[in-house]
């Protein structure tokens, strides 16, 4: 007799792609017509910009670049000057056999700048990026339970607390803000990093709270360099496809579209444009039976992988940068901390995980002089735990340097999530045999030791129950090791 298990369908988000990408870019850039001829190449900064998403079938591609800042020296000795580029970055992945088309969620990171002369008018600017890209498809898992069985049948039911994506998508926003900003004359460069102070669900709404931290670099009417920093706040929501409970959470991914900044009569007006790309994971319960069989009828069991993507476990990390400073007597005008997304590597059951970039200064040296430096730094930790778990890992962006003697130091914190799509085995389905007469021969109660094997196989080889043993035993859970156990024998 086949004793078919009912089947639930449980949608979720299958993740096809977690996968970061270095993107090196070099331009050659030539002076407009008016400015004076380089003598010398000071400091080149950049923003990342996000411009498109593509999903192509078998493959997707995330397209932007880098609004980019240089400054040098000119070679007439008069002051320095600053030049603007456009530096367009492309990345593209490959995709694995999809069923439908999903998401595409994207973090660019500006891991360094520099740039250097070629000739008085032309020079070459360098930018290396880190461009990270998750593809979600959506999903409909088979989740099977059992129906009315035969009182004979003996199941081993496991439930599972399950944290599962459930829903992707993204949300635009403008922040426009006109900030005073006296004696200024020009901007040098200016970078918007977006961050964020709350991220949940309500009901049927992702409601996303943060700022938008701008540092600007400009020169002031008397020729002085100085820098400012503004906070642009923001507060968005996004309607959902439907409610949630209060388990779910939200994964909100932000990134700059656009950056318009500009200085008129002693304010500065600047416009930005922010992505948010959000994902809703949601708890669920599953109740699963791993394994059955019966002391009075042969069976045959059907088994199946659930392939579920499921979160396992999530924690914050601190990784440290830390460099010299140029030299004695050096005054910082200056700083920015650039890297790119975590690196990771297996060893053994350990999973190392690896961040690296610069650190950018414009100061003036002993003598005063105007300068500009790029110091390379790297930090690691192991990540204990399954080796068979999928890690992913990314890194806050912009957080602050500060000076500690004669070093420069900053705390990156990085989201690490443990992940797992390998199946867990299930039961599907059950072939029972006919009922087969006791064997008048066999004893009714035995004596075992507990430790060898769990309640469940000491049941399932000696003949018996779980529900006889504890009682036979007085237990209500698995017994300490090396225990005597009473098995009654059906």
Not at 97 to 114: A, C, F, K, Y
Request: charged share 25%; glycine share 8%.
């Amino acid at each position: 007799m086949e004793v078919r298990f009912e089947k639930r369908i449980l949608p979720c988000l299958r993740r096809d792609l977690w996968q970061t990408q270095d993107r090196e870019q070099t331009q050659e850039v030539r002076l407009p017509e008016g400015m004076p001829d380089i003598g010398g190449v000071l400091a080149a900064w950049g923003q990342c910009v996000l411009r498109s998403k593509e999903w192509l079938g078998d493959s997707i591609t995330v397209s932007g670049g880098v609004m980019t800042w240089i400054l040098y020296e000119p070679a007439d000795g008069t002051e320095p000057r600053t030049i603007e580029a456009w530096l367009p970055i492309q990345g593209k992945w490959n995709l694995p056999q999809t069923q439908r088309e999903g998401m595409i969620r994207s973090s660019w990171l500006l891991r360094g700048m520099d740039a250097r002369t070629v000739s008085a008018r032309k020079m070459m600017v360098r930018a290396n990026v880190s461009l990270l890209a998750e593809v979600l498809e959506p999903w409909d898992a088979e989740v099977y339970g059992p129906a009315a069985l035969d009182p004979d049948v003996q199941l081993l039911r496991r439930t599972y607390p399950a944290v599962i994506p459930k829903e992707v998508g993204e949300k635009a926003f403008l922040l426009e803000e006109e900030l005073p900003l006296e004696e200024a004359q020009s901007i040098i460069h200016c970078r918007l990093v977006p961050r964020l102070t709350e991220q949940k669900v309500i009901g049927g709404k992702a409601v996303f709270r943060g700022e938008g931290a701008l540092h600007l670099l400009y020169r002031r009417e008397d020729g002085q360099l100085r820098t400012a920093d503004f906070q642009l706040p923001f507060s968005q929501f996004s309607e959902l496809d439907r409610d949630y409970d209060k388990d779910a959470t939200l994964s909100v991914m932000l990134v700059v579209s656009n950056l318009e900044p500009e200085i008129s009569d002693g304010k500065l007006l600047v416009k930005c444009g922010i992505v948010a790309q959000y994902m809703v994971q949601d708890l669920e319960l599953l109740e699963l039976v791993e394994d059955a069989y019966s002391n009075r009828r042969e069976i045959r069991i059907q088994r199946q992988p659930l392939e579920l993507p499921m979160v396992l476990d999530s924690c914050p990390m601190d990784l440290h940068c830390q460099v010299s400073m140029p030299g004695d007597g050096t005054r910082v005008v200056d700083n920015s901390l650039n890297y790119g997304h975590p690196k990771l590597r297996r060893a053994g059951d350990l999973t190392e995980l690896e961040l690296s970039g610069t650190v950018q200064m414009l100061y003036h040296d002993e003598n005063g002089a105007l300068r500009g430096t790029n110091a390379q730094w790297a930090d690691a930790q192991d990540l204990p735990g399954d080796s068979g778990a999928a890690v992913l890992a990314q890194a806050a962006e912009g957080p602050e340097l500060r000076q500690e003697g004669a070093n420069l130091r900053g705390d990156i914190q990085v989201a690490v999530q443990m992940t797992d799509r390998q199946g867990i085995e299930m039961v599907t389905g059950l072939e029972l045999g006919s009922v087969t007469a006791p064997d008048p021969g066999r004893p009714s109660v035995i004596l075992r030791r507990a430790g060898e094997h769990d309640l469940w196989n000491l049941a399932k080889n000696s003949g018996s129950t779980v529900d006889a043993i504890l009682r036979a035993n007085g237990l209500t859970t698995e017994p300490v090791d090396d225990r005597m156990l009473l098995i009654p024998i059906a």
